[in-house]
Each structure stands twice: as structure tokens, then as C-alpha cells.
């Protein structure tokens, strides 16, 4: 499955939009603003609520929660001390553990499951805001992927952001 998330221009917070390969609406990302941290909901185009997403304020470094109805939160923690890239640690309910991993310059990574690739996240060039080409490999679940894709944009350019950032504080 393709997706491009696209960052809205004119907007309060962090607000994108997800479309399909085919370039239809499917997803949209409402951000909170005048937040103690990040919050934000994944909905499909009816407003339905399909994850939530929030930072965790006191952890060490940049740690945010994916919630789903009816199942566990995810957690998606920054790896601090990694050299010429980023990691980040995905760790799900059950077997939906994933290591997403990134070049230098944060615009190009993997998330990388017990199966192999599950998605690949390229960021777009020469854009007003931010856009991203998300490919998910085989069965894997989209709206975590989608989100994890979300929370590594929070994290990597964290200093465009509408919220009040605590990436920093320390337990």
C-alpha cells in the first residue's frame, strides 16, 4: 500500500493529510495546540478516531505513545546515542515490535519488523511543508505504521512545531 502524508500549510498544530496511491483522502492527523507536549488523533475522513498519539513528558528522550481502541499502546522511543543517523525503537502490542532506522539527514528510513522491511518513509524535497511517501509491505496494520510515520516528523523536525516541545526533560 502507498500513502503520501502531506503537512497542511495553513494550519494550527501539526496537521496532515494521508491520501492513497490513487491520490484519494483517507486519513487525516489533527494536532493539538497549546499543549504540554505533543497530542494528536489519526481519524479516517469521518472524523472516527483510529489512534491517538502523545509524548510522554517525563522520559528520557523523545518517547510517545500510539493508543488504538481496543488494544495496548505502542510505544515509540528515540535511540539517544546513534551516530550519522536515527533509530527509533517501535514496540507494540504482541508481535508488532519495530526498529525504524534513517540516514544522516532524517529523510529517508525503514521500519523493519520480525518479517523483514514492513514500510518504507521517504521524504519529499522542495515542498512548502513537510510530505512524506509512505510504502507498508504486505498485511502489516497502516494506521500504526502511519502513525509511527508521524511521530518520527515530531521528533526529527521538532523545531517546526506549534506545540510546547519537552524532548528535553529528563526524569
Not at 483517507?26 to 488523533?41: A, M, Q
Not at 522520559?59 to 533509530?87: D, M
Not at 498485511?139 to 518520527?152: R, S, W
Request: glycine share 10%; aromatic share 12%; with cysteine.
Amino acid at each position: 500500500m502507498r500513502f503520501v502524508m502531506r503537512q497542511k500549510f495553513w494550519s494550527w498544530g501539526d496537521d496532515f493529510v494521508i491520501q492513497d496511491g490513487e491520490g484519494n483522502d483517507c486519513y487525516r492527523v489533527d494536532g493539538k495546540v497549546f499543549t504540554l507536549g505533543d497530542k494528536l488523533s489519526l481519524q479516517d475522513m469521518q472524523g472516527n478516531e483510529l489512534a491517538f498519539i502523545c509524548q510522554r513528558l517525563l522520559a528520557w528522550g523523545p518517547t510517545y505513545e500510539i493508543h488504538c481502541p481496543g488494544s495496548p499502546p505502542t510505544v515509540v522511543k528515540k535511540e539517544l546515542f546513534t551516530f550519522f543517523h536515527c533509530k527509533f525503537e517501535v514496540d507494540g502490542p504482541g508481535d508488532q515490535d519495530y526498529e525504524a532506522s534513517g540516514n544522516f539527514l532524517d529523510h529517508e528510513y525503514e521500519i523493519v519488523g520480525m518479517g523483514g522491511v514492513a514500510a518504507t518513509i521517504s521524504k519529499r524535497w522542495f515542498t512548502w511543508t513537510d510530505c512524506y511517501g509512505i510504502e507498508i509491505v504486505g498485511i502489516e496494520d497502516p494506521v500504526l505504521l502511519l502513525a509511527t510515520a508521524v511521530v518520527i516528523d515530531l521528533v526529527c523536525h521538532a523545531d517546526q512545531q506549534g506545540s510546547v516541545n519537552f524532548d528535553s526533560v529528563l526524569i
